[in-house]
């Protein structure tokens, strides 16, 4: 399974640098257009925050027949924990606490494993895989949109964590 899951995040890798791409164009034409700013403009939704809702709106949408809110939430972390741990210097994913956190797609909302068939089980793991490369593609481009934001929030992001609360944090402990 973890496997399965390093390929999800290898797949997604391509999505990034395409969504990456575009991203950066519009970075650079919002760049020339910001002399021109109004203050209708001013109350624009940042490019990050936007696409960020706009995969959200997307992978919800994709998920809501097979995930409960729970599993789609677990995603959305581990795929920017693991973008973290690829684009930021002082960040590691641990594998075994991923597959921990990952495996938490068999169980429903009150903790109990689903009793599912090979057929369930396998539909499940593959809309799991989709929508964890639909979230770490959008993490990706959000990433690469501004790499030293993205880094310093999840520096404060790991500053904010309690030692005892890091439970579905999958970053290994800083040395």
Same mark, same amino acid.
Request: net charge negative.
């Given at each position: 399974?973890?496997?399965?899951?390093?390929?999800?995040?290898?797949?997604?890798?391509?999505?990034?640098?395409?969504?990456?791409?575009?991203?950066?164009?519009?970075?650079?034409?919002?760049?020339?257009?910001?002399?021109?700013?109004?203050?209708?403009?001013?109350?624009?939704?940042?490019?990050?925050?936007?696409?960020?809702?706009?995969? $959200?709106?997307?992978?919800?949408?994709?998920?809501?027949?097979?995930?409960?809110?729970?599993?789609?939430?677990?995603?959305?972390?581990?795929?920017?924990?693991?973008?973290?741990?690829?684009?930021?210097?002082?960040?590691?994913?641990?594998?075994?606490?991923?597959?921990?956190?990952?495996?938490?797609?068999?169980? $429903?909302?009150?903790?109990?494993?689903? $009793?599912?068939?090979?057929?369930?089980?396998?539909?499940?793991?593959?809309?799991?895989?989709?929508?964890?490369?639909?979230?770490?593609?959008?993490?990706?481009?959000?990433?690469?949109?501004?790499?030293?934001?993205?880094?310093?929030?999840?520096?404060?992001?790991?500053?904010?964590?309690?030692?005892?609360?890091?439970?579905?944090?999958?970053?290994?402990?800083?040395?």
């Amino acid at each position: 399974m973890k496997k399965v899951f390093k390929n999800c995040a290898m797949l997604a890798l391509p999505l990034a640098a395409l969504l990456a791409a575009g991203c950066s164009q519009g970075k650079a034409e919002a760049a020339t257009e910001s002399s021109t700013e109004t203050a209708e403009d001013a109350n624009t939704v940042p490019a990050a925050v936007h696409m960020q809702m706009s995969v $959200d709106d997307a992978l919800n949408e994709a998920m809501k027949d097979s995930l409960n809110t729970g599993q789609i939430t677990m995603l959305k972390n581990m795929a920017h924990q693991v973008t973290v741990g690829e684009r930021c210097e002082g960040f590691e994913v641990d594998q075994d606490r991923f597959a921990k956190e990952m495996n938490l797609i068999h169980y $429903d909302e009150d903790g109990k494993q689903m $009793d599912l068939t090979e057929a369930e089980l396998n539909t499940l793991e593959k809309k799991a895989l989709l929508g964890f490369g639909m979230a770490m593609g959008s993490q990706m481009a959000i990433a690469a949109f501004d790499v030293k934001s993205y880094c310093n929030a999840a520096e404060e992001e790991r500053a904010s964590l309690a030692k005892d609360d890091d439970s579905s944090t999958i970053w290994k402990t800083p040395a």
